[in-house]
């Protein structure tokens, strides 16, 4: 049994940074509610986790409470029209612009066109958010067309511009595109399909003729997520399109030899893992040496223990690379810390931590006592350790763990730059030191360690 997980399975650029914006957003606006109009991405699951750190949806700005004081609202990443802009404006809240740098592209090129006269045909899902957005910078010259059936339903034009949703279909494009240019030769045509769209759908189409069956993850409501599954479909090979690892059905899958696994631009890698993790537990049933080496493995990573085994073998090689002898307590202290430490930050400040979102997160949430006391007993018998070995070394990790445990811990008043050790360490160039904050989405670890990444193949 194989599964393969493709490279551009996950977040495109375009999701991944309106989620970085609003995650930083939340961290420095403390427990003030902020929203986003309309859904920030088509994933439920991702709203919902959304939802917990104080960012809610809502289709109308009559939903926001009136007299709310300094209200931030986030312009999705389908991007909206003028003309709600306008209303948002008017109703004097702050706007946050998450909207999709290619999507502004097309913004861009549907309202240059618009204004020398052109008509703009818009080739996409007339119900689709992004779609209703573009119309709105056509300024009443947009038609939306979405099947080659639909040019010859055209009426005489002189000037067409063509564009597309960032999301569409390459080949059914293609196809509208060569209708268009039989009934109006001179149209002015431009290929906005996203460079990571296109890419995924060869890379679906690459895969399915490789593998006995593929599996495409994503929300329902995702316009990617569809063709992707239909794209799929079209190879001959048989599919299942899921949101979660819930959804997968064990015995339709143990038939199956070569499992390839794709998701859309809006699905996190968190649930991506989740059902890869799934798959590789069904698929082993059949060998119950490796199911049960798999199953010590993924637990020893989901509680820690392989964090905890890892440290104690660094120091192990630290102490024999130096020429040193090997001491056991210094070795049983680096195990013993690392465990509390990643334990217990896991539960400090939860709104910022790593449990949310992560395969740990039933574990963590189940047995939450159980990790506690047993983080704590570690790091009082590292400190004991540390004691007896010396005032140095004492000395020395109980700075470490006091500095640990206030990772997570806000020191300052909101509105400072460096509230906590965290928000320090993280604040890089390139991220900004909210980024920290969405790693559990972007993270690619999965419980077989770093060997698992886009493209492995199990």
């Known amino acids: 049994m194989s599964i393969k997980l493709a490279e551009t399975a996950g977040f495109c650029m375009g999701v991944r940074r309106a989620v970085d914006m609003v995650l930083d957003l939340a961290q420095h606006k403390g427990r003030k509610t902020i929203y986003t109009y309309g859904p920030l991405i088509h994933n439920p699951q991702t709203v ?33 029209s003028p003309q709600e802009r306008k209303g948002i404006k008017e109703k004097g809240l702050k706007i946050i612009d998450a909207t999709c740098p290619k999507v502004g592209r097309v913004q861009a090129i549907i309202k240059k066109h618009a204004a020398q006269d052109f008509t703009i045909l818009i080739i996409g899902d007339a119900q689709h958010p992004e779609v209703n957005g573009l119309l709105g910078y056509a300024y009443g010259k947009g038609l939306v067309i979405n099947h080659p059936a639909d040019v010859l339903q055209l009426p005489t034009l002189d000037k067409v511009c063509v564009v597309a949703q960032t999301t569409q279909s390459v ?31 060869m890379e679906v189409k690459s895969l399915a003729e490789e593998m006995d069956a593929m599996i495409i993850v994503g929300g329902k409501n995702s316009a990617n997520t569809q063709r992707l599954a239909a794209l799929s479909e079209l190879q001959g090979v048989p599919t299942f399109y899921v949101e979660t690892a819930n959804d997968l059905v064990a ?20 649930i991506i893992d989740r059902v890869v993790d799934n798959v590789t537990t069904q698929q082993t049933e059949q060998a119950p040496k490796v199911k049960y080496l798999l199953k010590l493995w993924i637990w020893m990573v989901r509680t820690d223990l392989y964090s905890a085994v890892g440290a104690g073998c660094l120091a192990v090689a630290s102490m024999f690379l130096q020429g040193l002898e ?18 217990l930050n896991r539960f400090i400040n939860r709104q910022t931590g790593s449990i949310i979102g992560s395969f740990r ?10 990790y506690i006391r047993t983080a704590v007993l570690s790091l009082i018998v590292a400190l004991g350790a540390g004691f007896f070995s010396g005032p140095v070394p004492f000395l020395f990790l109980l700075i470490m763990s006091t ?5 997570n811990t ?42 698992r990444r886009p493209g492995y193949t199990k």
């Not at 960012?55 to 389908?78: C, N, Q, S």
């Not at 090997?326 to 334990?343: C, D, F, G, K, S």
């Open 361 to 370: 997160e039933d574990s963590y949430r189940r047995y939450e006592k159980t």
């Open 48 to 80: 919902e986790l959304l939802k917990s750190r104080g960012i809610i949806p809502v289709a109308h700005l009559e939903e926001i409470p009136p007299g709310e004081a300094g209200v931030t609202i986030i312009i999705r990443a389908h991007g909206i």
């Open 403 to 407: 500095l640990g445990i206030l990772y």
């Open 410 to 451: 806000n020191l300052a008043p909101a509105g400072w730059r460096f509230r906590s050790v965290k928000a320090g360490r993280s604040a890089d160039p390139d991220g900004g030191h909210g980024r920290v904050l969405c790693l559990y989405l972007r993270d690619r670890v999965h419980p077989f360690g770093p060997f």
């Open 251 to 270: 015995e339709k899958l143990k038939t199956f030899k070569k499992i390839g696994v794709s998701a859309g631009a809006s699905t996190p890698n968190w």
């Open 171 to 201: 080949d059914e494009y293609q196809h509208i595109v060569d209708e268009i240019r039989k009934r109006f030769p001179d149209a002015v045509i431009f290929d906005t399909i996203c460079d990571s769209t296109e890419k995924r759908q």
């Open 326 to 343: 090997i001491q056991p307590p210094y070795v049983l202290i680096t195990a013993l810390y690392v465990y509390a430490m990643h334990t």
